[in-house]
Structures are given as structure tokens and as C-alpha cells.
């Protein structure tokens, strides 16, 4: 059964970083695609950044030149600085297959606030 367990959301200051982390288990596959996702709230699900196999990622307009994702065979990090307030929500790990069908498996989140 494959897991992702999300780790390092927290409260920082506007301005700030954080590093969060999410390490996969239980496939006997490698998942074709990585990223995170958040959720505000009151706000629907929305795409931070992906990561293919290798390094070819893609990001939120938002996020671009702040939040940087990288993969390490099944763990997959975000960097986040200068972070603003409107970063606030929860941050799900997100890890893909596509054996025929595509299967999408999620994390537990883990909750990133930006204030004073």
C-alpha cells in the first residue's frame, strides 16, 4: 500500500522559509510524477509544483522564482522563501503513476502559516 508522509509545515514569519518533505513508500513502481498541492482555507485544491523523473518541474505562477521542488527517487522536497501570507493553507504531497490508468496518492498535509 503505497504511503506519503509529509513532513516540516510550521508557522513562519512573512519573509521566511521552510523546506517540506515527503518521503513515498510501499510501490513497486516509480511514481512518473511528484509535486505538492494546497489548499486555503475556503479555497479549492490548487497545483504548487511538479516534478517529473529527473528534473523537469513545473510551478504555480505564484510560487515561480520562490519555491523551488526536488526529487530524490521517491522523497520529494519544496523550498519555500520569501513567503507571504497568502501561502497560508495545507500543503499535500501528491506522487503519480501511470500504469495504463493513473493512479494519484496523497498525503496526510501538513499546515504552513505566514504571519506576524
Known amino acids: 500500500q503505497v504511503q506519503l508522509v509529509e513532513s516540516g509545515g510550521g508557522l513562519v514569519q512573512p519573509g521566511g522559509s521552510l523546506r517540506l518533505s515527503c518521503a513515498a513508500s510501499?510501490?513497486?513502481?516509480?511514481?512518473?510524477?511528484m509535486g505538492w498541492y494546497r489548499q486555503a482555507p475556503g479555497k479549492e485544491r490548487e497545483l504548487v509544483a511538479t516534478?517529473?523523473?529527473?528534473?523537469i518541474s513545473n510551478y504555480a505562477d505564484s510560487v515561480k522564482g520562490r519555491f523551488t521542488i526536488s526529487r530524490l527517487r521517491n522523497m520529494v522536497y519544496l523550498q519555500m522563501n520569501s513567503l507571504k501570507p497568502e501561502d497560508t493553507a495545507v500543503y499535500y504531497c501528491?506522487?503519480?503513476?501511470?500504469?495504463?490508468?493513473?493512479?494519484?496518492?496523497w498525503g496526510q498535509g501538513t499546515q504552513v502559516t505566514v504571519s506576524s
Open positions: 501528491n506522487a503519480r503513476l501511470r500504469l495504463g490508468e493513473t493512479y494519484d496518492y
Open positions: 510501499g510501490s513497486k513502481y516509480s511514481f512518473n510524477t
Open positions: 516534478i517529473i523523473s529527473g528534473s
